[in-house]
């Protein structure tokens, strides 16, 4: 069973600039997250999604960041613009139902400079 | 405000020895205790889960423990073993917060040989 997959793995930006992270679940997965994880801290949740609509975007600092997941499949996380503290890895994960455990793809790093 | 709190932010053990990480829950109504396991470059994966149900939980060399009216739960490695280096982090999660996992933020374990 292919895992979650993200691309890029690196991404290296000026602050102002924008950005976008890619996420593919695991065929099937229902639920699907996106997690920032700064440096020496846990994974932090950004946004859930339920198929194709949002469960819960508390987190997301939506004056800059944005997320779709277009026919309840991919996902797409963009900064716009960034900031230095945007400097994080970014996680996407998934779960067959919300109920169930979350499977997580490597990550992308991101750097602001 | 942080749900779980973890501790030591890091720890090494000898080749043999026991690893212990503590994690402290604030909500009551959290009913999934899992423990994540993380290599550098990658992503979190599931080590084991508990349920408060059960006062523990053992899956080969890992054990966790879990004092519900303490609110406390914690990870036991034994006979470490230098691949058993990595972060790990504890995180809980319930119904009432709609199964959203709070990770608690990390020990960085080092397996010395």
């Known amino acids: ?113 | 405000q942080q749900q779980v709190k973890q501790s030591p932010q890091s720890l090494i053990v000898q080749k043999g020895g026991i690893s212990i990480i503590n994690c402290a829950y604030e909500n009551t109504a959290f009913d999934y205790f899992p423990w994540y396991q993380q290599f550098p470059g990658k992503g979190p994966a599931l080590l084991i889960a508990i349920r408060p149900d059960v006062s523990e939980k053992k899956e080969g060399r890992f054990t966790i423990s879990f004092n519900k009216s303490a609110k406390q739960f914690s990870l036991h490695i034994m006979d470490s073993q230098p691949g058993d280096s990595a972060t790990y982090f504890c995180a809980a999660s319930g119904r009432s917060n709609d199964y959203k996992l709070s990770f608690g933020a990390g020990t960085t374990v080092t397996v010395r040989a």
Do not use: M
């Open chain 1, 1 to 113: 069973e292919a895992g979650v997959a993200q691309s890029p793995r690196y991404k290296i930006i000026e602050k102002r600039q924008s950005v976008a992270f890619w996420c593919n679940p695991i065929s099937g997965h229902a639920t699907l997250y996106w997690y920032q994880q700064i440096l020496g801290q846990g994974p932090k949740l950004l946004i859930q999604f339920q198929n194709n609509g949002v469960v819960d975007d508390s987190q997301l600092p939506k004056d800059r960041f944005s997320a779709e997941r277009l026919k309840g499949v991919d996902s797409t996380l963009k900064i716009q613009p960034a900031k230095l503290e945007d400097s994080a890895v970014y996680l996407c994960a998934s779960s067959l139902r919300r109920e169930t455990e979350a499977f997580f793809g490597q990550g992308t790093r991101l750097t602001v400079v």
